[in-house]
């Protein structure tokens, strides 16, 4: 089992940018597509984007594309989310997700495809 460490969360207001930074140990790193999700306060859980192994295989919700990339680097381990024109209802705590997946072009969409999660990082946007 890997273990993940995300850190960047914080305070922004409506407009500006966050990078969030997922540190993953434990196994290899490049065995395992990466994913980010979100949760806000009284909502479910929700899918935000996921890299696969190749890294130039990304999906992104709706609701993000086009203001948020995803990013990683696997001679750090690390995956990143950057987070561009903020709005306040991106205000939620971030999970950064690992699944082992055997394909390089596999992009898990679903909380239940992966086997390890983060703590999570606050993001709060104000209006």
């Known amino acids: 089992q890997v273990q993940l460490v995300e850190s960047g969360g914080g305070l922004v207001q409506a407009g500006g940018s966050l990078r969030l930074s997922c540190t993953v140990s434990?196994?290899?790193?490049?065995?395992?597509?990466m994913g980010w999700f979100r949760q806000a306060p009284g909502k479910e859980r929700e899918f935000v984007v996921t890299v696969a192994r190749s890294r130039s295989n990304m999906y992104y919700a709706a609701s993000v594309k086009g203001r948020f990339t995803i990013s990683r680097d696997n001679a750090k381990n690390t995956v990143y989310l950057q987070m561009n024109s903020l709005k306040p209802e991106d205000t939620a705590v971030y999970y950064c997700?690992?699944?082992?997946?055997?394909?390089?072009?596999?992009?898990?969409?679903?909380?239940?495809?992966?086997?390890?999660w983060g703590q999570g990082t606050q993001v709060t946007v104000s209006s």
């Open positions: 997700a690992a699944s082992r997946v055997g394909s390089w072009f596999r992009m898990p969409i679903e909380g239940s495809e992966y086997d390890s």
């Open positions: 434990g196994r290899t790193f490049s065995d395992y597509a």
